[in-house]
C-alpha cells in the first residue's frame, strides 16, 4: 500500500513538473510571436482601426442585446408563471421541471448586468476618444448612457419577479431583492440540500477562477511585454487574484 502512494506521489509530481515545463515553453513561444505581431507597423494601425470601428458601434449593439435579451427573459418569465398558475398542487414533478427552467430567466439579467458595465466603459472611450467625432458619435454616447440605466430597470424587474414567483412556489423562502442582505436571507431559508449545492458550486467556482487568474496574469504579462501597455492589467489581476486566495481561507478559517 505505501509503495502505491509513493509510486502514485512521484507520477503526480512528474506530470505537475512536465506541465510547469510545458507552459513556459507555451508562453515564451506566445510572447515571441505577439512582440513581432505588435512590432510591426501596419499590423498595429489595423488593430487600433478595427478597435475604434468596435467602440463606435458597440453603443448600438448594447442597445440590441438589451433588447432582445429583455424580451426573452420576460417571455420566458410568463411561460413559467403561466406553469406555476395551472399547476394543481400535487404533482411534484412539474414543479421539479419549473424550478430548472427559472434558472434560465434569472441567469439573463445577471449576465447582461456584468456585460453593461461593459458598455457604459466603451462610453468614455467615445467621449475621450472621439471628443471631436461627428454627431453619429454623440447619439452613441447618448445611446450607451441610456442602455446603462434602462438595463438596471429591467434586470432588477425581471429577477424580482423570478424571486416572487420562486416564493410563491417555496413559502419558506425569504429575502427581498433589494435589501442588501438578500444573499444571506435566502441562503438561511434554503434547506441543507439547496446549501450544499451553493456551497460546491462556489467552491468549483472558486478552483475554476484560480485557473483563469494564472491565464489572465500571462496574457497580461505578454500584452505588456509586447506593445509597453504597462503594470496596470498584470497588478490588477495580480490584486484580484490575491484578493480572492485571502478571502477563502478566511472563510474557510472562520467557518472551521
Known amino acids: 500500500m505505501k509503495k502505491t502512494t509513493e509510486k502514485s506521489n512521484r507520477t503526480i509530481t512528474i ?19 505577439a512582440m513581432r505581431l505588435f512590432s510591426s507597423q501596419s499590423i498595429t494601425d489595423r488593430f487600433d482601426t478595427l478597435c475604434d470601428a468596435a467602440i463606435r458601434v458597440m453603443p448600438y449593439a448594447a442597445l440590441l442585446l438589451n433588447c432582445i435579451f429583455c424580451i426573452t427573459g420576460f417571455s420566458l418569465y410568463a411561460g413559467c ?39 457604459f466603459g466603451v462610453a468614455f472611450a467615445i467621449d475621450t476618444k472621439f471628443t471631436k467625432g461627428p454627431t453619429m458619435e454623440n447619439i452613441g454616447i447618448g445611446i450607451a448612457f441610456l442602455t446603462f440605466i434602462l438595463s438596471f430597470v429591467w434586470e432588477m424587474l425581471l429577477q424580482g419577479k423570478v424571486i416572487a414567483l420562486e416564493k410563491k412556489l417555496n ?74 486566495t485571502i478571502a477563502y481561507f478566511a472563510a474557510a478559517a472562520k467557518y472551521q
Do not use: H
Not at 15 to 33: D, K, M, R, T
Not at 91 to 107: C, F, G, M, N, Q
Not at 209 to 235: D, K
Open 15 to 33: 506530470i505537475f513538473i512536465v506541465v510547469v515545463l510545458i507552459s513556459i515553453i507555451i508562453g515564451f513561444f506566445v510572447g515571441g510571436i
Open 81 to 119: 408563471r403561466k406553469t406555476a398558475d395551472s399547476w394543481d398542487g400535487e404533482d411534484e414533478e412539474v414543479i421539479a421541471r419549473l424550478e430548472e427552467k427559472l434558472s434560465t430567466p434569472l441567469i439573463i439579467p445577471s449576465v447582461m448586468m456584468i456585460l453593461n458595465y461593459l458598455f
Open 171 to 244: 413559502p419558506e423562502k425569504k429575502g427581498n431583492i433589494l435589501d442588501f442582505k438578500f444573499q444571506k436571507e435566502w441562503i438561511e431559508s434554503c434547506d441543507e440540500a439547496e446549501r450544499m449545492t451553493i456551497y460546491r458550486s462556489s467552491y468549483d467556482v472558486y478552483k475554476l477562477m484560480s485557473t483563469v487568474y494564472c491565464f489572465a496574469w500571462l496574457l497580461a504579462f505578454v500584452v505588456s511585454s509586447a506593445t509597453g501597455a504597462g503594470l496596470f492589467a498584470m497588478i490588477l489581476v495580480t490584486a484580484l487574484w490575491l484578493i480572492q
